[in-house]
Nanobody, 126 residues
């Protein structure tokens, strides 16, 4: 069973930083793609950042967060992180950790994710 537990959301002023964490079981962490998505009120859920589970660990980001957000992992803790810097009011959303089966070769496009955490709210004020 895939269980994902997010933490680290909160309220911050524009320009500030937050780090989100997602704890998963060892089996999930080792064999599933993991990534971050977000959903703002009245909008569809969108992919924010993903990391492949191939040997390279290729990362992918939404254009809107490139250069500001960084996805990373702590293998010893089975934890996925999202470091968010230079936050903007438009980053306000519920952020979800997600997991899904990888494609052949270990790639993790945003379409493979089908397991979701409970979400953590991020609010950025101007």
């Amino acid at each position: 069973q895939v269980q994902l537990v997010e933490s680290g959301g909160g309220s911050v002023q524009a320009g500030g930083s937050l780090r989100l964490s997602c704890a998963a079981s060892r089996s999930t962490y080792e064999y599933y793609c993991m990534g971050w998505f977000r959903q703002a009120p009245g909008k569809e859920r969108e992919g924010v950042a993903t990391i492949d589970i191939d040997s390279v660990g290729t990362t992918s980001y939404a254009d809107s967060v490139k250069g500001r957000f960084t996805i990373s992992q702590d293998n010893a803790k089975n934890t996925l992180y999202l470091q968010m810097n230079s936050l903007k009011p438009e980053d306000t959303a519920m952020y979800y950790c997600a997991a899904g089966p990888p494609r052949y070769g270990g790639s993790c496009p945003m379409t493979v994710y089908n397991y979701w955490g409970q979400g953590t709210q991020v609010t950025v004020s101007s």
